[in-house]
């Protein structure tokens, strides 16, 4: 199983994740409430994509590269 936490430092909470460009690899979500990335991959690959989180007063993202090597993946 996978799993991380995106960290943002700041005093307006709650926060507010989303995946804005791109995917996350099939069998990994991101929690909406909490920032964290779980779950258990399904194909090895190269995943590109950018996180968002707003606070309600400000928006900012950031470019992340998860990469799932063979053998990673469920059913393996």
Known sequence: DYS???SVF?????Y?????QGALPDGITL???TGRLSGVPEIAGSYEFT?????????TS????????P?????D
């Open 4 to 6: 991380e936490f995106i």
């Open 10 to 14: 700041g005093d307006d909470i709650p």
């Open 16 to 20: 507010r994740w989303s995946v804005a």
């Open 31 to 33: 929690s909406a409430t």
């Open 51 to 59: 996180i968002q989180v707003d606070d309600g007063n400000m928006t």
């Open 62 to 69: 950031r470019a992340y590269t998860l990469v799932v090597a």
């Open 71 to 75: 053998g990673e993946q469920s059913g």
